[in-house]
């Protein structure tokens, strides 16, 4: 594990900022390794304890419990009245990217937002603040099979290749309903409006495409078997790679997921369906404002949902949506994740899980389990993060209360025992950067009169 | 790099050189020479930075017929009978610099209105949209040499900051099209030619109103462009060796032009804005064994760890204005003035000291005078100057696969060279004559 190396300025310029230090200082050096002494500990997947210690060494989670000592050292944290939890992972968002949508085409599963990564997103750092440490970044909703989504930590100031988190299930963004109808209305003169622009064109346009992955398939087979023979004809010719086809071809062989932007009962079962006639699997359902309409039908399939806690009806798709959503699909045994889709609402993703509280009825870990655990199962992740577990690793959230109450602030975001988001050293740094502005700004006055 | 050969250098050159002194400036003095033969000089008492080896405090070049015929210290090589006496006593003399990376004399034809496509029908299966080089022919194809209009006055503002070759590359679309390597001799065109089709040109950009709108999409493009393109080659030469039982592949212009570049290994330049498009472009020369090369690269110190795995040339812009995309652009004008003056220009200083090698290019600006103030600049911030001298000349001669003709004094080199009163690098520094393929430009008055 290396030594993040936190840009100083960048964080002070993001709070207030204008005297300041230029020099990339290693803010918070600790060499993957951090004991947290004291702390009601909120472990998720195995239960609570009202006041312990966690450590942290090379990254991973060595030792959760009571009275461990510090390793020569390591860096202690006393979290003394305050709560200890796993970092929050956010299901759905689409930071950190140099554009989210390729929208030109209804078809464009080879546009691939991991090559499109942009560590310098100040929505990491935002992250950050709400203790989130991993994000679903994906591809946008304009098209009905969109591109390839990538996970990310969010390492701030490391580069980009750091953010990367490969052991995630490979997936695939699709999308039904309103935005892939609207793409592209509006067109300049003498261009097509852009098919489909319908809920059923949609259905039709996914089908044709996997169609046509299965002849590519069938096409590459035919030839790697006449290949294999002991003299294959001179004549014999190979198919030729299609990176759109590649990537549908991934879902057919079960190699990749579909994470699947959808909002109405309807197009969501008929997608069910068209996933059934071609063997691949549903991962996730995404905003999905009626899941509540089939609660019983998505959870018999074993498909989860990441959804908005409220904010419905903010179209004609949504006016059906309730606050009570998430929370009646999660008793129902839905997985169920509560997302951010968005830089900034993703620093209060606890806040939003929070509302199942309310709206729903669930508990204080049940509703935590929304930020936490359960997008790590729908990432595919939770054998490495989403809960507190000797062994996983180190990506810790320290919050001033507990998160599900309203008063809860984030303290302290930790990545693999690096902390990455120190409220309480920024506030110092902006203290210190205003002083130092405020003498400046004096001198200067003094000079002007 | 290595380039294919396709015309002897020699009959370039000579040509070059007759055409140049045909067209030389009216202050250049009257060509002794007849026929063939471009004249002798004998350029003598001047300091020599040979850049191939140490300074000569007291020297002289011998510059006959567009070449170096020899040099060294006055007392070593003799003035031929035949030369004309060039007094350069208190003046240095350095190789022409190269700027391996510029837009010099482009002057793109206007897009042609109503070129989106026409659909019949509504609404289509798919709007079938066509990628936007083929939307601006010729894409791949194009040779930028057939867009250039030198200018009398842009030659002598480069002469007058030392550069005396340029590579001029397109500007237009993901895939540009092939730069040439030009030799400043004068104002027509052809004989400045050094190499045409010097590289393929590609930019991650994008267009709306098409396929690819993103930059995803773009990337996307460009793989499945190479591999097509790798298809076509293969397809093409399994015909040739036997073309019974086989259909023919449909002949493809766009293909057709990029095969070169994914067999022969032809030079590459990706034009990198930022960190992460210097890691795209080397993904991508990595997937597809490209001779690639990275243009612009201001944000190429924060790679310097890939960099250093996977080493490329650099033709290294010196634009210090922090990319859009930047952390340091992001967070308000404070950083982003602050970072320009003071993160930026260090860039060329971080890779010398890393020891990546690079070029120093003046880009898309037509302002010579701002680029050697920009050269300045990155001195300033840490570059050392024989670095900055060496990323000027050798280092882009070497990456332009032009090592053996330019890029040093050294007898048998073309005779570019620069004649300056103070160090070329100096705010002072006035450039007094410069030579190119052996014709003479006199910008200055010389005093002693």
Partial sequence: VKTPRIPRFAIIAAAAAAAVALAALPAFADGGAILIKNGTILTVTKGTIAKGDILVVGGVIKAIGEGIAAPPGVRVVDAAGRFVLPGIIDSHTHIALAGTNEGSEAITPEADVGSVVNADDV??????????????????????IGGPNVVLKMKWGRPSEELVVKEALPTLKFALGENVKQSNRTVQPGQAQRYPATRMGANAIIRREFEKARNYMAQWDRYN????????????????KDLRLEVLAEMLRGERVARVHSYQATETLEFMELAKEFGFKIQCFEHIWEGYKIADEIAKAGIGISVFADSWAYKMEAAEGIAYDAGYCAKKGVLVSINSDSGERIRRLFNDAAKTMKYGGLGEDEALRLVTINPAIQLGVDKIVGSLEVGKQGDIAVFSEHP?????????????????????????????????????????????? | MRHSERTPASAILSLAVVAALALAPAAAPAPAASGDVGPTYAVRNCRIVPVAGPAIEKGVIVIRDGLIEALGPVEKIQVPGDAEVIEAEGLIAYPGLISAFTNLFLEMPARPAGQAPEFEGFPQAQAQTTPQEDRFPPGPGLLVLDQLKPRKATVEAFHKAG?????????????????????????????????????????????????????????????????????????????????????????????????????????????CNNVEDVKRALKIAGEFKLNAMLAGATEAWRAAAVLKKSPVPLLVGLDFRPPATSLYATQG??????AEAEIYPGNAASLAKEGIGF???????????S??????????????????????????????????????????????????????????AQVARVFVDGVLFPYAEVTK
Avoid: W
């Fill in chain 2, 359 to 369: 070029a120093l290019v003046s880009g898309a600006t037509s302002d010579a005078a």
């Fill in chain 2, 333 to 338: 004008e404070d950083l982003r003035k602050k």
């Fill in chain 1, 225 to 240: 078997q006449a290949a294999k023979a002991k003299n294959p004809p001179r004549t014999l010719v190979a198919p030729k």
């Fill in chain 1, 123 to 144: 929505s990491i750092l935002t992250a950050l603040s709400g203790g989130v440490t991993m994000v679903h970044t994906m591809h946008g909703s304009a098209n009905p």
């Fill in chain 2, 371 to 428: 680029f050697l103030k920009a050269v300045r600049a990155a001195i300033k911030a840490g570059l050392p100057e024989d670095a900055a001298l060496k990323a000027l000349t050798v280092q882009p001669a070497r990456y332009l696969g032009l090592d053996q003709a330019l890029g040093t004094l050294e007898p048998g080199k073309i005779a570019n060279v620069v004649l300056v009163k103070g160090g070329i690098f100096d705010e002072k």
């Fill in chain 2, 163 to 271: 550069v005396t070759t340029v590579l001029s590359a397109p500007a237009r679309g993901i895939f540009e099209g092939q730069s040439v390597v030009l030799n400043l001799n004068g104002e027509p065109l052809r004989p400045m030619v050094l190499r045409n089709g010097a590289a393929l040109h590609i930019n991650f950009t994008t267009e709306r109103g098409g396929y690819p709108s993103s930059l995803m999409g773009t990337i996307a493009h460009i793989r499945q462009s190479f591999i097509d393109a790798a298809y076509y080659a293969d397809r093409q030469a399994q015909y040739a060796k036997g073309p019974a039982g086989l259909k023919r592949t449909a002949y493809d212009p766009r293909l057709e032009a990029l095969v070169p570049f994914v067999r022969d290994r032809r030079p590459v330049v990706f034009q």
């Fill in chain 1, 404 to 449: 599900m109450s309203a008063y809860a602030r984030c303290d302290m975001t930790i990545i693999e025992g690096d902390v990455y988001f120190d409220r309480e050293a920024i506030v110092k740094e902006r203290e210190a950067a205003e002083a130092a502005k405020k003498g400046g700004a004096a001198r200067g006055q003094g000079g002007v009169s």
